[in-house]
């Protein structure tokens, strides 16, 4: 209906002073499903200063209280699961059954760093004089882990809900506030979860969510002088809130040109099976998703043959049927694809599929043969179109990989051990898996992208860790 979903500020459910709105369409049926409240600057800096009060007494409640305050949410926001996923599937059209996933792994994922926070955050250090050349066993220095203040969370559209959480939770179990500016496709699903954190009876202020237009408060944001930290998952914008940011840690993931190299002595079942899931979930739609197979020329015929009988398998159609294949996020989305597929076909890339298009929706499609000079070798789909690259070396394929400007992830198939660990040192990602797809998770693993793929590092812990700082007290013995 007319309804406009509220924003969240000072514990409260408001409506924005501009009386305008955003409209989220629905990737399925492309007719506007929800709207979010415009959220003014003005706003926006009401948030960021009870933001900054709220943080002063959260510092002090003690850590097991914070953990607390996170299980319950967690538990909460498990409850829940069913209302919240229904939003992601109108939303960003994820499929039924991954969109419950996505819930259930947010809840995990914050019940788990509650526990991590106690752990990491309840031992600090002390360091004795001695032992640096000069000094007598004079001095004490007592170090531990504070926050930084006022984190801001922007997740993106494909995980609206766990790619939230895996922000707001290291923030707050730090001791942290936070202010969370959803995506656009994906804020109703956002706001819901945000609901489950009220529940859970967080002090007002503490956590804050404004939607809007990013022309209208994006920047505003990102450079506002009352943010202390930003963590940021995305695609290019990122680099621009890098250079425009403040003194400021950041944390960055921004997309990657996954590489899945294959080796002759490669178990080619694994392998396809692993290239149709890391290609093709949730469409394609993944910064983690496999976006290049680099494969030497003696299996790539076998490969090529498996991956199609196996991507015959996948359904295509609506997320509200579970379909393997679904809408991708936005029109514009849909024909950026297409560009890249058209350009292929013009160069002369081999299509093992037919191409076809309905809308947002686009059938998955491998494209074999491909060459350096397709923009398709090098640029990111995030739609379900995977290119091949027949190589006859393994240093060609390393090379490949290395010449993109992305360095997230990669992955390589091989039976032999050493071979894999020697294609992994010299792969410049962040990650590099043997013998299985890419992927961020467990979420307590470390993940993090090189060059144009991001800043730091993320994963539970490194998460907790990037949004504090160390303080030290010395004590000076007469
Ligand atoms: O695209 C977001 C990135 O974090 C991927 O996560 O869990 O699909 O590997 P995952």
């Not at 706003?43 to 209280?65: F, G, I």
């Not at 093992?352 to 070798?377: F, K, S, T």
């Not at 990989?401 to 051990?417: E, K, M, W, Y």
């Amino acid at each position: 209906g007319d309804q406009v979903y509220k924003y969240y500020a000072d514990g409260e459910w408001k409506k924005s002073a501009s009386g305008k709105s955003v409209s989220i369409v629905n990737p399925t049926t492309r007719k506007p499903q929800y709207k979010v409240q415009a959220c003014t600057q003005e706003e926006v800096n009401k948030v960021m200063e009870a933001a900054k009060a709220a943080q002063k007494l959260w510092a002090r409640t003690p850590l097991w209280k914070r953990a607390e305050h996170l299980h319950k949410a967690a538990a909460i926001l498990k409850e829940h699961k069913a209302s919240i996923a229904e939003c992601l599937v109108k939303e960003i059209a994820k499929p039924a059954k991954d969109a419950v996933t996505e819930v259930v792994r947010s809840g995990d994922l914050v019940s788990y760093t509650a526990e991590e926070g106690v752990r990491i955050l309840g031992e600090g250090k002390l360091l004795v004089s001695d032992s640096f050349p000069g000094n007598e066993r004079s001095k004490y220095c007592l170090s531990s882990k504070v926050p930084l203040g006022v984190v801001l969370a922007i997740p993106p559209f494909n995980y609206p809900v766990n790619l939230a959480v895996s922000k707001i939770a290291p923030a707050l179990i730090a001791g942290n506030s936070l202010v969370l500016k959803p995506p656009t496709q994906g804020a109703v699903a956002a706001l819901h979860m945000i609901q489950c954190f009220h529940l859970a009876g967080f002090p007002k202020g503490l956590i804050s969510c404004v939607t809007g237009k990013g022309s209208e408060i994006g920047d505003f944001l990102t450079m506002h002088p009352g943010v202390n930290c930003i963590s940021f998952t995305g695609g290019d914008t990122g680099i621009a809130i890098s250079k425009k940011a403040g003194m400021i840690p950041l944390q960055m993931e921004l997309g990657g040109k996954d590489a899945c190299i294959v080796l002759e002595d490669a178990d080619l079942d694994l392998v396809a099976s692993n290239i149709v899931k890391g290609g093709y979930s949730y469409s394609g739609q993944r910064c983690t998703a496999v976006k290049v197979v680099l494969v030497m020329e003696s299996v790539a015929d076998a490969i090529v043959e498996k991956v199609k009988a196996t991507m015959a398998k996948l359904s295509v159609g609506s997320p509200e049927d579970d379909c393997d294949i679904t809408p991708v996020v936005s029109e514009s989305s849909a024909n950026f694809i297409e560009g890249l597929v058209m350009d292929a076909k013009e160069k002369g890339a081999t299509f093992c599929q037919e191409y076809r298009r309905e809308g947002n929706l686009i059938w998955p499609l491998l494209l074999d043969h491909v060459r350096p000079d397709m923009r398709i070798a090098w640029e990111e789909p995030f739609g379900p179109v995977l290119p091949v690259i027949r190589i006859s070396s393994v240093e060609e394929g390393i090379h490949h990989c290395n010449a993109s400007n992305f360095g997230l992830q990669g992955c390589v198939f091989t039976r032999d051990i050493n071979k894999a660990i020697l294609i992994s040192d010299a792969m410049e990602t962040g990650t590099v898996q043997i013998n299985s797809a890419p992927a961020r998770g467990p979420d307590h693993f470390p993940f993090q992208g090189l060059k144009d793929s991001g800043i730091g590092s993320q994963g539970i812990t490194n998460s907790i860790n990037m949004m504090t700082k160390i303080k030290s007290t010395v004590i000076n013995l007469p």
